[in-house]
């Protein structure tokens, strides 16, 4: 199906669909960093620019509309997040462009703080907004390690279908297909122990790109990022974010006193080696934190494929 991308980053949502056999036709993000990464990766079809400012009817029509809003004010690592910060009101620019595309389906990501943002009253209001807008709508507080990603990550989906689709074809989400304690056809949890054992160190001789890191050296304590992380699970939640100085705080290597690197933290987040990051080491940081991890957005966008076909065998 056809796909417009919003928030888009550096496309991790977006290659996981391209790899489902979806086509993307429009992207935008807001960062000139993170639109470079995508245009030298993924494809020109992304507009850099603020969505505020962009002609939705300039845009191309489309079957699907993906996008992780802006979630900076609805983190529960933003202490003063509350209902006024303006970052909080972009998903507004969603909502316009579903409105006024009416795509089949849509796909939203958010973190776990939206959940609870106004003692309830945000995601209450969020999902009255997509139900005026002409969508049913479901979300789900998925943590995507249970999707096979080598990482603790908890998010909340949200999938919606136009309200004249029939619901016996409305999406699913995916089945979980690893579990700490795995039972049936599931499988254990992708450690990052796993994920990075045959990763040399960035001083070493290698051909990786982007692999260089933080010169920090971590000293252990109860602290973000200088928590020990453990081999043996799956790697803590890779961060957009800083400690309230500026720097992205990238997650301690599990055998070694210093950050991790980009493509380290790249590869926990599923970008395949090959993906290349634009910009300076905090924004290539940033970008990498941002993102949808690529495996579990492919098993989105399956479920998108599976409820499509469903939609046409019932013609």
């Known amino acids: ?16 669909f391209k790899q489902a056999g979806h086509e993307i036709v429009w992207a935008n993000d807001f960062d000139a960093d993170a639109s470079e990464t995508y245009r030298r990766n993924i494809g020109d079809h992304i507009v850099q620019g603020d969505i505020r400012e962009i002609d939705i009817s300039e845009v191309p029509d489309a079957d699907i509309v993906i996008g992780g809003f802006p979630c900076q004010g609805f983190s529960r690592a933003n202490m003063l ?63 995507l390690a249970d999707f096979g990603v080598p990482q603790s ?72 990022g200088h928590r020990k992380t453990d081999p043996s699970k799956p790697s803590p939640t890779i961060l957009a974010r800083g400690n309230g100085k500026g ?8 055998n070694s006193l210093r950050r991790l690197s980009v493509r380290e933290s790249a590869l926990i987040q599923t970008f395949p080696k090959n993906f290349v990051f634009c910009g300076g080491l905090n924004s290539m940081y940033r970008q990498v934190g941002n993102a949808v991890p690529v495996r579990f957005a492919f098993q989105l966008a399956k479920q998108l494929m599976k409820a499509e076909n469903a939609t046409c065998a019932q013609r």
């Open 1 to 16: 199906m056809r796909v417009l991308s919003l928030f888009s980053g550096a496309g991790g949502m977006d290659l996981g």
């Open 81 to 143: 997040r509350s209902t006024n910060d303006d970052r909080n009101t972009l998903y507004l620019e969603f909502l316009r462009v579903i409105r006024l595309k009416q795509p089949k389906y849509f796909v939203a990501e958010n973190v776990s703080g939206i959940l609870s943002l106004d003692g309830g009253n945000v995601i209450k209001q969020i999902v009255h907004d997509f139900e005026r807008a002409g969508f049913n709508v479901e979300y789900r507080l998925l943590n």
């Open 153 to 224: 990550r908890r998010r909340v989906i949200f999938l919606g279908w136009r309200k004249d689709i029939d619901s016996r074809q409305r999406p699913q989400f995916p089945p979980e297909t690893h579990s700490s304690k795995p039972c049936s056809n599931q499988k254990p949890w992708v450690t990052i122990g796993y994920v990075l054992k045959n990763i040399p160190e960035p001083s070493a001789s290698h051909s990786l790109k982007n692999h260089v890191c933080s010169q920090y050296k971590v000293s252990i304590r109860d602290f973000t």
């Open 247 to 254: 720097g992205v705080c990238a997650i301690h290597h599990p």
